[in-house]
């Protein structure tokens, strides 16, 4: 069974550069589908941030994709956020989750429980 | 970007109702959507994908069809459980986007 964990600092100040991690468990990463993050501002709806695919292809919001990075680490079996530049509209909860495959591509069919992220001096 | 909009914001229902939501495509996607259930404080969970194909472990009162651009999420008989919000999604090509939400509330 597929599980995903995110974690990271739950405070950032604004300007300075977010950064998260999401740890799979149950699946080796590098062996297939696409990854993402999500973000929700308190009160709001489902922002898609990024997908990487386990070859380290990347698709970015391009309202995000000048501050944007997500990346691959095979070795720890988890890939990465980066955000830099944050302000107070990054203030978040945000979801790693896993892409399904075949009918459901690009579907998100497995989320971390999520972690929420404050940006403030 | 494909847009998704979904409608309504919010509905009132009773247990036992029928509640349908639905999320209109700005562009073709074919079959290419997904519905999502989310609850406070928890993360969204996969309810429908392709349109009409149910996720393994959904209750069967969940269903989905598309007409064209038009996508429609139907639950039968509301429960108890049943009473989130509830999100479209594109799944035809990247950027993915999702609709605004519909909150399904009590009555």
């Known amino acids: 069974q597929v599980q995903l964990q995110e974690s990271g600092p739950g405070l950032v100040k604004p300007s300075e550069t977010l950064s998260l991690i999401c740890a799979v468990s149950g699946y080796f990463i590098s062996s297939g589908y696409y990854w993402g993050w999500i973000r929700q501002s308190p009160g709001k709806g489902l922002e898609w941030i990024g997908s990487?695919?386990?070859?380290?292809?990347?698709y970015y919001n391009p309202s995000l994709k000048s501050r944007v990075t997500i990346s691959l680490d095979r070795s720890k079996n988890h890939f990465s956020l980066i955000l830099s530049s944050v302000t107070a509209a990054d203030t978040a909860v945000y979801y790693c989750a896993r892409l399904g495959a075949g009918a459901a591509a690009r579907t998100m069919d497995v989320w971390g429980k999520g972690t929420t992220v404050t940006v403030s001096s | 970007d494909i847009q998704m909009t979904q409608s309504p914001s919010s509905v009132s229902a009773s247990v036992g109702d029928r509640v349908t939501i639905t999320c209109q495509a700005s562009q073709g996607i074919s079959s290419w959507l997904g519905w999502y259930q989310q609850k406070p404080g928890r993360a969204p969970n996969l309810l429908i994908y392709?349109?009409?194909s149910l996720q393994s472990g959904v209750p069967s009162r969940f269903s989905g069809s598309v007409s064209g651009t038009d996508f429609t999420l139907t639950i039968t008989s509301l429960q108890p459980e049943d009473f989130a919000t509830y999100y479209c999604q594109q799944a035809n090509s990247f950027p993915l986007t999702f609709g605004g939400g519909t909150k399904v509330e009590i009555k």
């Open positions: 392709a349109a009409s």
């Open positions: 990487l695919y386990h070859t380290g292809t990347t």
